[in-house]
């Protein structure tokens, strides 16, 4: 064999010994690359998407022309703070991972997704593909509503726990926090000033209710008009 076809073939057997010996470097690596995107976009509790996960698809709906309706739910348990005083942060954290898989399987149920967004609060966005919005929140409360079995090695509780749900219907081009999710936490609100277990649609000049009548202000609602402004 030639001199330069043994030098050929040696860069070749180099760079193949090179990229199988990379080949586990780049696997791994990539393999981070998912783990940190899944970590960013969902709740390391429950499973679900976390606000940013939830504007993510809300971003890729947007993408769809022409523009068209979506239905936007806000989820809110009713005195949750009850289930960890009684029972203890650990099973309180139970409690949210069976509601937020309840939640999950209903969005899933409607072809769209679920996401929790902080502690006892949860969000959904939903196909507009009925215009009976009652139904869709009566199916969210009642189904958050059925007894939790919380287990435990000494005293295995079964707890219930309501939801204060809020809906809007806004269309994809609607910006997610100004208008889409804002809607449905003025809505919540509004179901939650009405008493615990209830639910409200959102209506064209709908506004936040009074400060006194509610749990106390989140992140959002300091970017957010509140009292005498509509959204």
Sequence with gaps: MSLPL??????????????????PTIRGLRTQLADATRSMLHDPLTGML???????AHATLAKTAPAQPIIVALIDLDDFKRVND???????DDLLIEVG???TDIAALHGGAAARLAGDEYAALLPARTD???????TFA??????????????PATVTITASVGLA????????TE??????????????????????????????????????????????PTDGVTA
């Design 6 to 23: 043994i030098m050929i073939a040696t860069a070749v057997v180099a760079l193949a010994l090179g990229r199988l010996t990379a080949w």
């Design 142 to 155: 009642t189904i958050i509503s059925q007894p939790i079995a919380l287990p435990a090695d000494d005293s």
């Design 169 to 176: 219907l806004v269309d994809t081009s609607d910006p997610f």
């Design 132 to 138: 009976d919005l009652d139904r869709i929140a009566d």
């Design 86 to 92: 009684t029972h203890g942060h650990g099973r309180g």
């Design 179 to 224: 208008i889409a999710l804002h809607r449905a936490d003025i809505a919540m609100y509004h179901a939650k000033g009405n008493g615990w277990n209830r639910h409200a649609i959102y209506q064209p000049g709908m506004t936040m209710p009074p400060a006194q009548h509610r749990r106390g202000p989140r992140l959002r609602d300091r970017r957010q």
């Design 50 to 56: 976390n606000r940013a996960g939830l504007q993510a």
């Design 101 to 103: 898989d309840r939640i």
